[in-house]
């Protein structure tokens, strides 16, 4: 079945990037580029897998774009994961209401 | 055995109390995404359960949806999930010695940001039960959050879970934003980052990349130019995120 394949694949890898360095090594990473760029990647993927695809998260690309706006201005003066991520599907709702209703 | 004491595993649990919480909304988000792009709700609890990891999770839903291939999906989660690996090579460097290769074998399954953050900031050594007890409310909040947005996603009105698919991504956005207004490298790499994910997907020469690869692509090149234009200025910074 290709679907459990999916997973199997997705959880082998995972675990083994996580196991192998915490059962084998002992040493550090001495290389400051390695290190820098691992410090970096998360930051790279996390923003690569939002834009643009989080304005298609809605069934309009203006509800999904007022709820993302709204999410980076709450992020940027620092309100918690939980804010963010309610109040920008709060917005989409709100803009999805006036389109449905209003318009 | 001597190394698993009640006492280290109930101070973990207590310290994975508000990371549990905060799973627990960002996996109910990943449940109604799964479940809004057609999965059933037990397949995206058994890859809640076998997986414990946000954005590895969420592009493996865009791969299997997009019907990529299996090499694509390993690539991907490896690329993602890279930072685990440096995670768990500096949390190694705590462990107390009679740490058995058993108990290291089962822990490193719950290396994730937030667990790996609370470990390394433990005073000392870091001990077997302690792991355990940290990683077991985590896990719950995990996979029982992904069951009730997977049921809610079955259940809730369309509308509605049309608009909680964006909290995910406001998640994202909140993790993102904080370090990128502190720091030019990691402004530098989110908006490159960006960038390089829209060419890849709105230029039609790019088009038959799929969304597994673009993501590979855009995270290897980006945190490769953060590292070579804006290297940080200190060693052993990684517990910082």
């Known amino acids: ?103 | 055995m001597a190394e698993l004491t009640i006492c280290d595993y109930t101070r973990g649990l207590r310290h994975g109390i508000p990371i549990a919480l905060g799973y627990l909304s960002v996996s109910f988000s990943f449940g109604i995404a799964a479940v809004s792009q057609g999965l059933d709700w037990w397949v995206a609890v058994l890859i809640s359960m076998t997986n414990l990891t946000s954005a590895g999770q969420v592009a493996g839903l865009g791969i299997i949806t997009a019907g990529g291939t299996f090499l694509e999906m390993a690539l991907a989660q490896f690329i993602i999930n890279l930072r685990y690996a440096l995670m768990s090579l500096s949390l190694s460097q705590k462990l107390s010695a009679k740490y058995a290769t058993l108990h290291r074998a089962i822990t490193a399954f719950a290396m994730t940001d937030e667990i790996f953050a609370v470990a390394s900031g433990e005073p000392g050594e870091v001990r077997p039960a302690y792991m355990y007890g940290l990683a077991t409310l985590p896990f719950a909040g995990w996979s029982l959050g992904t069951l009730l947005g997977g049921l809610a996603g079955t259940l809730l009105p369309e509308l509605l879970c049309a608009v909680l698919g964006l909290a995910i991504y406001g998640m994202f956005i909140a993790i993102i934003i904080p370090p990128a207004r502190d720091s030019v490298g990691v402004c530098a790499v989110v908006v490159l980052a960006a960038a390089m994910s829209c060419a890849l997907r709105y230029i039609p020469a790019f088009s038959g990349i799929s969304s597994g690869f673009s993501i590979i692509i855009c995270a290897v090149l980006a945190s490769a130019a953060g590292a070579l234009v804006f290297p940080r200025k200190k060693q052993g910074e990684e517990a910082e995120q």
């Open chain 1, 1 to 103: 079945m290709r679907l459990l394949g999916y997973i199997a694949v997705m959880a082998l890898v995972t675990y083994a990037i996580r196991a192998i360095p915490f059962v084998l090594f002992r040493k550090k990473i001495n290389s400051r580029f390695v290190q820098d760029f691992l410090y970096y990647v998360p930051y790279a993927v996390l923003s690569a897998m939002t834009i643009p695809a989080v304005l298609y998260a809605t069934d309009h690309i203006v509800s999904a774009a007022v709820g993302a706006a709204v999410a980076v201005v709450l992020a940027f003066f620092r309100r918690g994961l939980l804010t963010v991520a309610l109040s920008a599907c709060g917005a989409a709702l709100a803009v999805e209401l006036v389109m449905l209703y209003l318009l």
